[in-house]
T-cell receptor, first 116, second 108 residues
Framework: SAVISQKPSRDICQRGTSLTIQCQVD?????MFWYRQQPGQSLTLIAT?????????ESGFVIDKFPISRPNLTFSTLTVSNMSPEDSSIYLC?????????????FGPGTRLTVT | DAKTTQPPSMDCAEGRAANLPCNHS???????VYWYRQIHSQGPQYIIH???NNETNEMASLIITEDRKSSTLILPHATLRDTAVYYC?????????FGAGTRLTVKP
């Protein structure tokens, strides 16, 4: 398994500002993922972040709005840029851990963002 | 990832077995069936996964049909703390794509 922490756990931000969310894992992992969960909705994958390469974004998400860094195998950041109230969500990071011949994905506790 | 279909909600009596169904008729040969759950406002929690054979761990059992087109997650003795949204996902690895899941309510 993997233990994942996120900072901040929650924040209230004004529209037009940016927030950087940090994700720290207790072991080295190749693949990290960022998800968004809007109020009352399921999780939506934003992007996949591999160390040493550009993040791969899902349809509907762009790098200018959600820049991601992956400086090493235990850390990643997601920035929510030029925020609007529609960005109010829980943002979660997750990692893939190889267990035997298959993967298990583990999630952080999430960052609850409210944009006013 | 193959699309999965789950009932939107289910109830279960405390102490009874909770059987959560999932259809994944378009699952490909190398895709596993994963189950996660999300208790209110927390990050999703891994429960179990399997490829072909039935699997059991300390949390649950996973029964996969022989044609792999459907599966059932079994919580053998549901408790109030098992109230959560349960997600069934067919995937090979990583970048799990979550559907709406099944909201399981365990009642006293």
């Amino acid at each position: 398994s993997a233990v994942i922490s996120q900072k901040p756990s929650r924040d209230i931000c004004q529209r037009g500002t940016s927030l950087t969310i940090q994700c720290q894992v207790d072991s080295q992992v190749t693949m990290m993922f960022w998800y968004r969960q809007q109020p009352g909705q399921s999780l939506t994958l934003i992007a996949t972040a591999n160390q040493g390469s550009e993040a791969t974004y899902e349809s509907g998400f762009v790098i200018d709005k959600f820049p991601i860094s992956r400086p090493n195998l235990t850390f990643s950041t997601l920035t929510v840029s030029n925020m609007s109230p529609e960005d109010s969500s829980i943002y979660l990071c997750s990692v893939d851990v190889l267990q035997g011949s298959s993967y298990e994905q583990y999630f952080g506790p999430g960052t609850r963002l409210t944009v006013t | 990832d193959a699309k999965t279909t789950q009932p939107p909600s289910m109830d279960c009596a405390e102490g009874r077995a909770a059987n959560l169904p999932c259809n994944h008729s378009t699952i490909s040969g190398n895709e596993y069936v994963y189950w996660y759950r999300q208790i209110h406002s927390q990050g999703p929690q891994y429960i179990i996964h399997g490829l072909k054979n039935n699997e059991t761990n300390e949390m649950a059992s996973l029964i996969i049909t022989e044609d792999r087109k459907s599966s059932t997650l079994i919580l053998p003795h549901a408790t109030l703390r098992d109230t959560a949204v349960y997600y069934c996902i067919a995937a090979y690895s990583g970048n799990m794509r979550f559907g709406a899941g099944t909201r399981l309510t365990v009642k006293p």
